[in-house]
């Protein structure tokens, strides 16, 4: 069995014939909605960065079809084809659009400036790849800096509206509206949260968003991606009619995480993993219990391991014995620790036990 760890990319997973779960019915689902801009909001390792990988994928201009062979988005267009004499959905429109995938997971720091400066890295970064249309339609020019390396960013304003720009701009080159996906739409604004300038970087993203995603005529589609939805100043209901696909509404509910059939599928023990599940919701009780059940802004940092350290505190040792008692199988625990950065001859403490998980 190959397994790719660590990687959200959709074409290595394909290339290197690793295991991949087929979610390829989301690119069905995403253009047979009713929306032009769909946010889905899903927890983290939920697969939402690979979706999006596989999107782009599918519907930039010059892909490889071949890549999807064997999932359900191709073959069952082989078993259409057979009987409808119209166009099949890979032929309208797979490798039929322009994409800008803009990745905000890096859009952080202790500064607005600082934030501001990674975020216009990654529109440069997205923007490599569509270098030949701005050379061709502005040729001699260098209309936004992209392609200058360690180009420091522009003005607030320049910055703010450079996705709406190029978006129009690959919309005039090619004649084709545009597929727009962000990925960790709520990082910047996560982070803004915790160093102090949020009604800055709020203000700055409401506008950044509007101008690209609404009552644009150079967008076909949108796809947000993030964790949790971000209500101050109405962000997201600055778009025209957004649905705000959270895992509580049902859309999409297949197209991220495993469902039991295909966790079958791959060989897990049904009954191994309803130990597991117990085991989080018992922490996550505890966690609530802990704070004497009040509301709160519990989704900030979950990106990082704050809460989880707090909880393990003073129950290290107990909470190694548990996680050894889920693994154990009956036939021995062999457990590889080599490579790592711990001394695990000593007592395990807190960011022992956070390595090791």
Known sequence: MNLLVGSSSFEKFRRTNAVFVDKSHFIEEFINSGSIVEVILRPRRFSKSLNLSML?????????????EGLYIFERELKKRSIEKKKTFMEEYCGQYPVLHLDLKDVVGNTWEGALKKLWKAVRKMTKEHRYAYEQMRPGQNPYGFDIDDCPPPSEDFVQDSLSKLMALLHEYHKTQVIVLIDEY??????????????????????FFSMALKDNDSLYKACIMGVAEIRGEGLMYCLNNVIINSYLNGRYSSCFGFTMEEIRHLGVNEGELNDVIHCLESMVCDLLAKEKKKFGNYWI?????????EYLRGHEQSTLLEIFTLLYDGDGLDICLDNTQVDYQDEWKTPEILTFL
């Open 186 to 207: 709520d990082t910047p604004l996560n982070n803004a949260h915790r160093e102090g300038f949020y009604d800055q970087a709020i203000k700055f993203f409401y506008t």
């Open 56 to 68: 782009k994928s599918f519907f930039r201009l010059g892909t490889d079809p071949s890549l999807f």
């Open 301 to 309: 940092d979950t990106d990082r391991s704050t809460s989880l350290q």
